[in-house]
């Protein structure tokens, strides 16, 4: 059996990145995101997802090489953004 090989971290994080900022819905307008009672502010939220993803696409164009933990705490950023965000009603329940 051949093994599959893993991407190197900064390749893992570039994915993740591109698969955080596919699933989230950024680009939202202000007006929508704030209709209501919510669970977390919504806008909040994405700012501050976005910030971190702009500050580590900064990283990594200066050749930054992220660790392991690195890419666990975005993905679990990701992640529990994108609960606040479907429970907000601003993604749908899949």
């Not at 700012?47 to 200066?62: M, N, V, Y």
């Not at 890419?71 to 993604?91: D, P, T, W």
């Amino acid at each position: 059996m051949s093994q599959r090989a893993r991407p190197d971290t900064s390749t893992a994080m570039h994915r993740l990145i591109g698969e955080i900022r596919t699933r989230i819905p950024f680009a939202t307008p202000t007006a929508s995101l704030c209709r209501g009672p919510c669970k977390g502010c919504s806008k909040k939220l994405l700012e501050f997802l976005d910030t971190e993803l702009e500050e580590w696409e900064g990283r990594l164009e200066d050749g930054e090489v992220p660790r392991l933990g690195d890419l666990q705490r975005l993905e679990k950023m990701g992640r529990k953004v994108h609960a606040a965000l479907r429970k907000n009603g601003l993604i749908a329940s899949a």
